[in-house]
């Protein structure tokens, strides 16, 4: 399900700032995608088929 980069901090309770500087490292190795990169507020994130992998991965 697509979030802002505020939505993921409420939801784990993580200070936007560091939601943010992960982000980036998440999108690096391509385990997430930013639908609307060139806004400035309410960027949209989603998990990649890879991002997908690794978290269904991680859950069995």
Do not use: F
Request: glycine share 4%; proline share 2%; aromatic share 2%.
């Amino acid at each position: 399900m697509p979030k802002t980069i505020s939505e993921i901090a409420k939801t784990i309770n993580i200070d936007i700032s560091n939601v943010s500087r992960n982000i980036k490292d998440l999108e690096k190795l391509s385990l997430i995608s930013i639908k609307n990169k060139d806004s400035k507020k309410g960027k949209i994130i989603v998990l990649t088929k890879k991002g997908l992998t690794l978290v269904y991965d991680l859950i069995n």
